[in-house]
């Protein structure tokens, strides 16, 4: 943790929060001196390098930088002879770093429901309203979620007993591709409410029955694309932990990927050079460097 009365690492930090005077001596924000500040030069001085630190945070608001407008909103809590005209501004960017990250993540919430991830919308909404307790807007937004995964949940389940029926009409009955088209809409529906309950295997499992009945549904065709969406993700990740020789990482991102996908090509070739090189204890070999070609469709 920084020692902020560490005079030597304090100089290195005066690009960002500035460095004070306090009664003849050097202060940093967040090293109170027990020394009282009694030169009025000083303290209007700190008080207009407030007023810059506070532009810069208002700039790094601007950019979605709220870890270091906290830092600087931080830094000047411990400074005890702000005006009062600069306390209420600074008691009004503690406001709106809450106010501002919120409206972000309440952003990020909405662009996850929009293509189904409701668990990971739910998390970024629950994030908003622990920034700023005092905007009903994230809760309302998660009560709403929480109504939408339930309804998920249970079509799910209508979903999986629906094609359950559907098939074993298909097994008995002669063949129908009026039932197959409509056995396949089952699947489809089935995977996007897996999927939307981040249960990927499964829904890669629907999806790949749905196209097996319908080859050409579009929508089913999209659904997958996005399903091995992910499973190129793991792969990515799992060769990048390689990379850095983090075997054990890379051996799980590889799993994750097959746990989707269990027939995957490039997984399973990356997953057996991780292992090979986990048994070893070298990584002398490793995965491509840059992530490759998405695996043909199955």
Same mark, same amino acid.
């Given at each position: 943790?920084?020692?902020?009365?560490?005079?030597?690492?304090?100089k290195?930090?005066?690009?960002?929060?500035?460095?004070? &005077?306090?009664?003849?001596?050097?202060?940093?924000?967040?090293?109170?001196m027990?020394? /009282?500040?009694?030169?009025?030069?000083?303290?209007?001085?700190?008080?207009?390098?407030?007023l %810059?630190?506070?532009?810069? *945070?208002r700039?790094?608001?601007?950019?979605?930088?709220?870890?270091?407008?906290?830092?600087?909103?931080?830094?000047?809590?411990?400074?005890? +002879?702000?005006?009062?005209?600069?306390?209420?501004? &600074?008691?009004?960017?503690?406001?709106q770093?809450?106010?501002?990250?919120?409206? +972000?993540?309440?952003?990020? *919430?909405?662009?996850?429901?929009?293509?189904? %991830?409701l668990?990971?919308?739910?998390?970024?909404? =629950?994030?908003?309203a622990?920034?700023d307790?005092?905007?009903?807007i994230?809760?309302? *937004?998660?009560? $709403?979620?929480?109504?939408?995964?339930?309804?998920?949940?249970?079509?799910?389940?209508?979903?999986?007993?629906?094609?359950?029926?559907?098939?074993?009409?298909?097994k008995?009955? /002669?063949?129908?591709?009026?039932?197959?088209?409509?056995?396949?809409?089952?699947?489809? $529906?089935?995977?996007q409410?897996?999927?939307? =309950?981040? $249960?990927?295997?499964g829904?890669?499992?629907?999806?790949?029955?749905?196209? &097996?009945l319908?080859?050409?549904?579009?929508?089913?065709?999209?659904?997958?694309?996005?399903?091995?969406?992910?499973?190129n993700?793991?792969?990515? %990740?799992?060769e990048?932990?390689?990379?850095?020789n983090?075997?054990?990482?890379?051996?799980?991102?590889?799993?994750e990927?097959?746990?989707?996908?269990?027939?995957?090509?490039?997984?399973?070739?990356?997953?057996?050079m991780?292992l090979?090189a986990?048994? &070893?204890?070298n990584?002398?070999? $490793?995965?491509?460097?840059?992530?490759?070609?998405?695996?043909?469709?199955?």
């Amino acid at each position: 943790m920084m020692d902020w009365c560490d005079l030597d690492k304090g100089k290195r930090l005066v690009s960002v929060f500035g460095m004070f &005077l306090l009664g003849g001596s050097l202060f940093f924000p967040g090293c109170m001196m027990a020394q /009282p500040e009694k030169n009025n030069a000083l303290v209007v001085q700190n008080n207009a390098r407030f007023l %810059h630190a506070y532009k810069d *945070a208002r700039v790094d608001l601007s950019q979605n930088q709220f870890s270091k407008a906290e830092a600087i909103d931080q830094a000047w809590k411990k400074y005890p +002879y702000l005006t009062a005209t600069n306390q209420h501004l &600074l008691l009004g960017l503690d406001h709106q770093i809450g106010r501002d990250e919120a409206i +972000y993540r309440m952003g990020e *919430a909405r662009q996850l429901e929009r293509v189904g %991830h409701l668990n990971e919308a739910l998390s970024k909404v =629950s994030q908003a309203a622990r920034l700023d307790p005092s905007w009903v807007i994230p809760k309302r *937004a998660r009560r $709403h979620l929480l109504i939408l995964i339930e309804v998920q949940n249970q079509m799910g389940r209508q979903w999986e007993s629906l094609s359950a029926r559907l098939l074993l009409l298909r097994k008995e009955g /002669p063949a129908n591709p009026e039932l197959d088209r409509t056995l396949s809409w089952a699947y489809r $529906h089935l995977a996007q409410t897996r999927l939307s =309950s981040n $249960h990927l295997p499964g829904a890669y499992r629907s999806v790949k029955r749905a196209l &097996l009945l319908d080859p050409s549904d579009n929508d089913a065709i999209e659904l997958k694309k996005r399903i091995l969406e992910q499973v190129n993700t793991h792969i990515a %990740h799992g060769e990048a932990y390689f990379r850095n020789n983090q075997i054990r990482k890379a051996v799980q991102s590889f799993r994750e990927a097959l746990l989707i996908r269990p027939s995957d090509p490039r997984a399973q070739k990356d997953l057996d050079m991780a292992l090979e090189a986990q048994a &070893l204890g070298n990584n002398s070999r $490793h995965p491509s460097s840059s992530p490759q070609s998405p695996a043909p469709r199955l």
